[in-house]
């Protein structure tokens, strides 16, 4: 079995679409702009922006941890991770914008995290997606080996379900 460290130091080819995107910790003036960038929370999620509105406050508090892509100039993605207990973490949002997905930022976001977790004996991460909108992020997060652990019927809506996938430093993973 390969060790998920191994795996995360090595160099990643990538994709020639690919724009650099840098990756840096929020900082509270980037609370509007990611409250605009994930305004489509109030639309999958019951009271979606009043939830990130308290959970940005809770990263500016040290409670919670955000990263952000920056590209152009601008926000274009956000990862927010939540401690649950010593030793786990909860992914409450993952987010690229539409129009720079499928150039490499959601990988470098999983990876940046994951790092970071092996660094921190992180014991196990998981999150929820609905099934609806999964494709694009169990595509991403599957090499790094995240696996399906439950089904979360009905959480939010009546003809929804969310999917559980869940992270351990055991599992290896694909290249």
């Known amino acids: 079995m390969t060790s998920t460290m191994g795996l995360l130091t090595r160099e990643r080819q990538t994709p020639p679409h690919s724009e650099a995107a840098l990756l840096r910790p929020y900082i ?14 109030d639309i999958r999620y019951p009271c979606g922006l009043s939830w990130l509105d308290r959970r940005l406050d809770d990263v500016r508090d040290g409670r919670a941890r955000c990263t952000v892509a920056i590209s152009a100039g601008v926000i274009v993605a956000a990862m927010i991770e939540t401690p ?17 997905r499928r150039r ?6 999983f990876e940046t995290a994951i790092r970071r977790w092996c660094r921190e004996a992180v014991e ?5 997606v609905g099934l609806r909108y999964c494709d694009d992020l169990v595509r991403v997060v599957r090499p790094f080996g995240f696996e399906l652990v439950g089904l979360a019927a009905y959480r ?20």
């Open 156 to 175: 939010y809506w009546e003809d929804d379900c969310e999917l559980v996938l869940s992270w351990s430093p055991e599992r290896s993973y694909a290249e």
């Open 104 to 109: 490499g930022i959601g990988t470098r976001l």
């Open 28 to 41: 509270p003036s980037d609370k509007r702009t990611l409250l605009r960038l994930l305004h489509m929370l």
């Open 124 to 128: 196990s991460a998981w999150f929820t």
């Open 84 to 100: 649950k207990g010593q030793g786990h973490v909860k992914l409450s949002t993952v987010w690229v914008d539409p129009l720079f």
